[in-house]
Antibody, heavy 119, light 109 residues
Framework: QVQLVQSGAEVTKPGASVRVSCKAS????????IHWVRQAPGQGLEWMGW????????EFPQKFQGRVTMTRDTSISTAYMELGRLGSDDTAVYYC????????????WGKGTTVTVSS | QSALTQPASVSGSPGQSITISCTGT?????????VSWYQQYPGKAPKLILY???NRPSGVSYRFSGSKSGYTASLTISGLQAEDEAAYYC?????????FGTGTEVTVL
């Protein structure tokens, strides 16, 4: 079945970077964008950007420009999101989700990866 | 790029209908019919319940319906049930980017 399996929880320090992975299965990886969305404790969803697994092209909102990197490895159908210069307000659950190229919605989501930033 | 505006909470009794609004701008909701809605239970990933304003994915209850007028999209839940108690988020396409709503907690009284 179609699923996105994310890497395990991370605990890291302020100023460091974290990389979260999202492994796709059950569909053609390069036919769907991968989005990254985060949710701080008790807060709402926040869109972080997307990557086109076919071309490697990315798009981010201005808030994350220069601090987030999204990459992919098509040989293992896996997308990665790396966030740098972490602060305590980056503590959140990070989700990946897929979007078919010719659509404008995210139909399958990963279960989320908890990232805790603490000194 | 500001978050779309949703009411923080909406409540209703079983069997009633409730409506959640999602207000954006001319850069997002006002221009594009690419509004989708997600249901999220505590500790779980969001689940798609409506896309392109009013379309339901396979397997989603007919009790969920959507509409849009101007800069505001709306999600209506009819025949409210206990299982509908969750958080609901709208999102809109905005010229290459996406923006989520602030989220609405639905309580079934």
């Amino acid at each position: 079945q179609v699923q996105l399996v994310q890497s395990g929880a991370e605990v890291t320090k302020p100023g460091a970077s974290v990389r979260v992975s999202c492994k796709a299965s059950g569909y053609t990886f390069t036919d769907y964008y991968i989005h990254w969305v985060r949710q701080a404790p008790g807060q709402g969803l926040e869109w972080m950007g997307w990557i086109n697994p076919n071309s490697g092209g990315t798009e981010f909102p201005q808030k994350f420009q220069g601090r987030v990197t999204m990459t992919r490895d098509t040989s293992i159908s896996t997308a990665y999101m790396e966030l740098g210069r972490l602060g305590s307000d980056d503590t959140a659950v990070y989700y990946c989700a897929r979007q078919y190229y010719y659509s404008y919605f995210m139909d399958v989501w990963g279960k989320g990866t908890t990232v805790t930033v603490s000194s | 790029q500001s978050a779309l505006t949703q009411p923080a909470s909406v409540s209703g009794s079983p069997g009633q209908s409730i409506t959640i609004s999602c207000t954006g701008t001319s850069s997002d909701v006002g221009t594009y019919n690419f509004v989708s809605w997600y249901q999220q239970y505590p500790g779980k990933a969001p689940k798609l319940i409506l896309y392109d304003v009013s379309n339901r994915p396979s397997g989603v209850s007919y009790r969920f319906s959507g509409s849009k007028s101007g800069y505001t999209a709306s999600l209506t839940i009819s025949g409210l049930q206990a299982e509908d108690e969750a958080a609901y988020y709208c999102t809109s396409y905005a010229t290459g980017l996406y923006v989520f709503g602030t989220g609405t907690e639905v309580t079934v009284l």
